[in-house]
């Protein structure tokens, strides 16, 4: 009988414990889900707002709530503007990021942030509400489009215009395709349909890490040691330019009609 008594004591007061656990676990998750990471940047906003543009107003709703732009024809969401509040603002160029004015106001007018979204440009992951998920700072098997680095990001200029013909709007990528002209690859490689057959086709390279990339073509048997890939001397810069060329070839970016839709 006494056994039994402390025996359900002791079964109480698992219960309980587990109960407190449970307790304790439901009121983090509800915190988290009231202050979300956003909700932090968009609080900033308001005092950046006012030390830049107008310290006796208030940005109010307009920097409240998620923003996003949908742009159906590349079957994509891109919410990024819910942090980078002042991306389309005047007066915000000297602000500290995420709240910053873009910057090359060329850029923005040409392609209207509106109908073009963020991600066609910097990759990334457009639907993400955190920092590291959206820019992709996770692991490259959950998601292999991390935001490309500024110095690639002429890559991204070669999905829509012929790099041949963005000597003055993108001189790296067009670089790369020099590059690439010059120095033979297409012996090997294959793009499309024209090249060499006895090397992997160098399309839709996104997959692979930036590293890997540039060691492949800095130092061939960095990753495959009876590589027959010759070494061609290529500085980091060299290979980097290279690679800009090479990111721009992505078939699986958008569907072929954006042009036409973009346009209208
Ligand atoms: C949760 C807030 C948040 C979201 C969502 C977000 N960013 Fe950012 N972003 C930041 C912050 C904060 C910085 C400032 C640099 C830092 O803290 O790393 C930044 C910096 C950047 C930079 C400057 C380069 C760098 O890496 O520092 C780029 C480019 C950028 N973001 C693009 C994007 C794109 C594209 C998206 C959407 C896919 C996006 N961001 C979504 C918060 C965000
Ligand atoms: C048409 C392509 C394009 C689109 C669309 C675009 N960007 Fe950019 N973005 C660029 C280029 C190019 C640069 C670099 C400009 C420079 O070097 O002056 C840049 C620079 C930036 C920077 C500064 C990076 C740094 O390291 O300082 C941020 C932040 C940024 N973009 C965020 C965004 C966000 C957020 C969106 C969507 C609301 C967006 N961009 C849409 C092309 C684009
Ligand atoms: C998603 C596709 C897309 C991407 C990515 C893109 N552009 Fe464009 N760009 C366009 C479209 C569409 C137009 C408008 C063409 C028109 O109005 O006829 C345009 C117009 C331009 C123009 C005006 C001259 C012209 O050719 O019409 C320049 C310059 C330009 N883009 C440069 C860039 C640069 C630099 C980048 C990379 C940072 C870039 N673009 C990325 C689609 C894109
Ligand atoms: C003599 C033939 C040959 C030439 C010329 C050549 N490659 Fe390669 N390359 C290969 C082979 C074969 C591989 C496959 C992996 C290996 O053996 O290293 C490869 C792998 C690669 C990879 C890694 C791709 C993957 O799918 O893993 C890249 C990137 C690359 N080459 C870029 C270039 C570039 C850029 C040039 C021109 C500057 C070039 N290659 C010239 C034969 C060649």
Aim: proline share 7%; glycine share 6%; net charge positive.
């Amino acid at each position: 009988m006494k056994d039994d008594n402390k025996l359900v004591a002791r079964e109480t007061l698992k219960i309980l414990i587990a109960g407190f656990i449970i307790f304790v676990l439901l009121g983090v998750v509800m915190w988290m889900e009231f202050r979300p990471e956003w909700k932090q940047y968009q609080k900033g906003f308001k005092k950046v707002f006012q030390k830049y543009i107008d310290p006796s107003s208030n940005p109010g709703k307009s920097a409240s709530d998620v923003k996003q732009i949908y742009l159906p024809f590349a079957k994509r969401v891109d919410r990024c503007m819910t942090c980078h509040l002042g991306i389309n603002s005047q007066g915000l160029e000297k602000a500290p990021l995420p709240y910053q004015t873009h910057p090359d106001p060329s850029i923005t007018w040409l392609h209207p942030i509106e109908r073009f979204g963020c991600t066609l440009c910097h990759e990334g992951q457009g639907f993400a509400l955190t920092k590291d998920e959206a820019h992709g700072n996770v692991s490259r098997n959950l998601w292999p489009k991390p935001i490309l680095p500024k110095e690639l990001l002429q890559a991204s200029c070669g999905k829509c215009h012929n790099p041949d013909l963005m000597e003055e709007d993108a001189p790296r990528l067009f670089a790369g395709k020099q590059l690439y002209k010059e120095k033979g690859c297409i012996a090997c490689h294959k793009i499309g349909p024209i090249g060499g057959t006895i090397a992997p086709e160098l399309t839709n390279l996104a997959r692979f890490s930036i590293r890997y990339l540039l060691e492949s073509v800095t130092d061939p048997t960095a990753n495959d040691s009876n590589s027959i890939m010759p070494n061609l001397g290529f500085t980091e810069e060299k290979a980097k330019t290279l690679l800009v060329f090479l990111l721009s070839l992505d078939e699986t970016y958008i569907p072929h009609e954006y042009k036409t839709v973009l346009q209208q």
